[in-house]
């Protein structure tokens, strides 16, 4: 298993995590198995949005002596009034099904206290503009959580989350059908009809989301990896042919600031299933065909497929991809951390001979040769 920093907190997740939410209303042998397989591949992290009691009670009963294994992302505002699954933002409903899941999973802190589901206007003010914002910071100041973070579907609701500068940490649903969508399009009614309204190319809205949470250092976990399982499914694949879990892993790990990608398990076979993207090859995992098949549209910008390697000079071109397009969101006021990570790095822009060799590989007609001098000029020159 490979761990990624979450952000500024000074925790690090499993690049692959555990979904809870099909272990609702399973039986406890199933919870058990499928957390003790999550736990044996080296998954770290977990994320339970679940808010009824049952299955919160035998996550923590599986989890009985080994809490300290995983890191929990648990929700705020999630509740399930009247047997429906919901959000709350009524304060004294949210504190009591927060204290709920404490108690619930035999545990006085949660890691990753999740400010749910904040997709309209409605949800960032109900939620950022009010007492439940201070709850969360409270709760944090009194060690109950231990870094605050938002769930969210909506790249520009998402947008002024991360801006508010309140959060170290977002869960967003990426996959590359959703990335194509144009960004008013709400991905939770694709998964109830297939839209086929697609942009042909990747969304600025959501790539430039995924950009602004590099530059902040705020970290992304993702949801809905394989977009419910549609993606899998030759009927409901929107594209010529489905993608494999490998594939679509690929996809969210490669984007910029994602740090984990929380897969929904029912079973050990599905933990087994997703664990098994650590041992695929470069090209089993690679998904950059489904993107080539709109190579007109997406020509000449990079989506960190890594085709282009091998490089004589031993450059992640992709690497320095991601960095140079977070540097180019503001030239003038590129954050440090950004610039000490691309110095890091063992090759640079600057170590780039020019062979072309790259070139000749790309799928999308990126000029990497002039990307390289552009990471160099913009990123090695000194402060
Ligand atoms: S330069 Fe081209 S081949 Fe290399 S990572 Fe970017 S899109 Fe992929
Ligand atoms: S042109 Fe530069 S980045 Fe591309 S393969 Fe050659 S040395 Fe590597």
Do not use: W
């Amino acid at each position: 298993m490979h761990y990624r920093p979450i952000g500024k907190t000074g925790m690090s997740a499993s690049i692959i995590g555990l979904g809870a939410e099909h272990l609702d209303n399973k039986p406890y042998e199933t919870i058990e198995s499928v957390i003790n397989a999550s736990l044996e591949q080296g998954f770290n992290i977990m994320d339970i949005f679940m808010p009824g009691e049952t299955v919160r009670k035998n996550i923590g009963h599986a989890l009985k002596g080994r809490r300290d294994q995983v890191l929990i992302q648990g929700h705020i505002c999630s509740t399930d009034i009247n047997e429906q699954y919901d959000r709350s933002r009524d304060l004294p409903t949210v504190k009591k099904y927060f204290e709920n899941l404490l108690r619930c999973l035999e545990t006085d802190y949660i890691d990753l206290g999740m400010l749910f589901f904040i997709d309209t206007e409605k949800d960032f003010s109900d939620v950022f503009e009010s007492d439940i914002l201070r709850y969360a910071q409270d709760l944090k100041q009194q060690g109950k959580i231990r870094a605050i973070g938002a769930s969210s579907h909506v790249p520009r609701t998402a947008r002024r989350v991360v801006e508010t500068g309140a959060v170290d940490l977002l869960m967003f649903s990426i996959n590359p059908a959703f990335d194509m969508m144009p960004a008013e399009t709400y991905v939770l009614d694709y998964l109830e009809n297939k839209i086929t309204d697609y942009e042909k190319k990747l969304d600025n809205d959501r790539a430039a989301l995924y950009r602004l949470c590099e530059q902040r250092g705020v970290a992304i976990t993702v949801m809905k990896t394989l977009g419910a399982g549609k993606l899998l499914s030759p009927k409901h694949s929107p594209f010529a042919q489905p993608l494999t879990t490998a594939q679509c892993i690929h996809y969210a790990l490669t984007r910029p600031a994602v740090v984990s990608v929380l897969l929904g398990c029912a079973s050990r076979e599905e933990v087994l299933d997703a664990a098994a993207y650590l041992d695929k090859s470069d090209t089993e995992r690679d998904f950059s065909a489904i993107l080539q098949s709109f190579q007109g549209d997406f020509r000449g910008s990079c989506v960190y497929c890594s085709h282009c390697l091998p490089c004589p000079a031993e450059i992640n071109i992709a690497g320095v991809h991601k960095y140079l397009d977070t540097a180019l969101l503001d030239e003038n006021n590129i954050p440090p951390a950004i610039t000490d990570q691309y110095r890091a790095l063992n090759r640079r822009g600057s170590d780039c001979t020019a062979c072309g060799s790259c070139e000749e590989r790309c799928p999308f007609s990126v000029p990497i040769i002039k990307n390289m001098q552009n990471a160099a000029a913009l990123l090695e020159k000194q402060p």
